[in-house]
Every structure is written in structure tokens, then in C-alpha cells.
């Protein structure tokens, strides 16, 4: 079984600074690591995913996110935000050798000020 | 190609009728997923479909709650006598394939609220 922490449930930052939400996984099992963001009253849309490889990971919109195996973590960055950034972020997992199920971390909210 | 496809947006309920949501995948897609996104929490899955078979019911809550995924037409979820614990945003996604590094793709929800 898996499980998916997001330690800052909401994360105030002003535009153009840069973000850090952090995601710890605990898996007795490989995984796949997914980033989700949510804009209010609307689907998830991926960000990022890692699969193998390369562990920092660039996604869409200016995201990268950076794998690391030996402290469980996946961690989603952006160098300067923009208020378009204002949304719920998901850090979610899934098993490697079975379907695509995902476990999700509960969210954490960015915020982004002027 | 339109995505993954869910209604109605927003469903209200009396306590004790049912819920039907309604799933319609990506054109090419054979395996879908429900999750349940309670307020203030995260997804959390509920059931894994293939055409015809239910693959994953692990999430799905003993009593009340059954889905399909039927030959032609969409996958439903459907709940029976609601009550106000079942108000959430019910989430669909899709994908091409069911192995764990297939991307999924999530159709806007629908929110149900249970007076």
C-alpha cells in the first residue's frame, strides 16, 4: 500500500517569488510520481510526472519537480509565480507493476498575492 | 478529440434517492477510474473499470454504491438512498491503458450535494 503526505496544507506566496510545495511518499512497492493541479470548480490537469530517468522533471507551465529516492520525496518548484498559479496542487502515486490507481496526498493550496 | 466527459456538473439530492453520474471517457479509452474528493481532503479512489468488468473495487463502500462500465454508453456511478455523508465532488478519469504509467485523464466532476 501507498501513501501520500503534502506537508503545507496552504501556501501564501507574493507573484513573481518562488514556490516550493513538498510531497513525501511512503511505498513498499517502485512507484510513478504525479504532480495534479486543480483550478477552482474544475478537473485535475497533470503537471509532471516521473516514470525513470533523469530525476528532475519538467512539466507545464514553468513546473519542475525533483525525484528523490532515499528521502521519499518529489517535490514541485517554480522560480517566480504568476497569479494564474492560484490553485490546489495534488502530489499523487501510483504502483508500477499494477493499473493505474492513483493514491493522492490530501492538497495543498497556493495562494498568490500581488 | 473531447476529453473525458462527466454529467451533470452538479447533482442535488434528497436524502434517500439516487444519484446517477455519468462518465463518458476519451474516444480510445478502455479503463476508467472514480474518485471521491470529500471538502478540504484529497481524491480517493473508489473503482477501476474495463469495458464490462469491474477490475478494482477496492475503494468502493460496501453498501449503497455500484458502477458499471457497460459495452456501449458510458460508465455510471450510481448511489442509492443518499444521505448527506455521500455530498462530494465524484471525479472520473480515463485512460489509454491500465498500467501505472499511463496518463489519466480527469473529466470535470460532478458535485453532488445531498439536502
Known amino acids: 500500500a501507498q501513501s501520500v503526505t503534502q506537508l503545507d496544507s496552504q501556501v501564501p506566496v507574493f507573484e513573481e517569488a518562488p514556490v516550493e510545495l513538498r510531497c513525501n511518499y511512503s511505498s513498499s512497492v517502485s512507484v510513478y510520481l504525479f504532480w495534479y493541479v486543480q483550478y477552482p470548480n474544475q478537473g485535475l490537469q497533470l503537471l509532471l510526472k516521473y516514470l525513470s530517468g533523469s530525476t528532475l522533471v519538467k512539466g507545464i507551465n514553468g513546473f519542475e519537480a525533483e525525484f528523490n529516492k532515499s528521502q521519499t520525496s518529489f517535490h514541485l518548484r517554480k522560480p517566480s509565480v504568476h497569479i494564474s498559479d492560484t490553485a490546489e496542487y495534488f502530489c499523487a502515486v501510483s504502483d508500477t507493476q499494477g493499473a493505474q490507481k492513483l493514491v493522492f496526498g490530501q492538497g495543498t493550496r497556493l495562494t498568490i498575492n500581488p | 478529440n473531447a476529453g473525458v466527459m462527466q454529467n451533470p456538473r452538479h447533482l442535488v439530492r434528497r436524502r434517500g434517492q439516487e444519484a446517477r453520474l455519468r462518465c463518458s471517457p476519451m474516444?480510445?479509452?478502455?479503463?476508467v477510474y472514480w474518485y471521491r474528493q470529500l471538502p478540504e481532503e484529497g481524491l480517493k479512489f473508489m473503482v477501476y473499470?474495463?469495458?464490462?468488468?469491474?477490475?478494482?473495487e477496492s475503494g468502493m463502500p460496501k453498501e449503497r454504491f455500484s458502477a458499471e462500465f457497460p459495452k456501449e454508453g458510458p460508465s455510471i456511478l450510481r448511489i442509492q438512498q443518499v444521505v448527506r455523508g455521500d455530498s462530494a465532488a465524484y471525479f472520473c478519469a480515463s485512460s489509454q491503458q491500465g498500467r501505472g504509467k499511463a496518463e489519466a485523464f480527469f473529466g470535470q466532476g460532478t458535485r453532488l450535494t445531498v439536502v
Open positions: 474516444k480510445g479509452h478502455s479503463h
Open positions: 473499470l474495463q469495458k464490462e468488468n469491474i477490475i478494482d
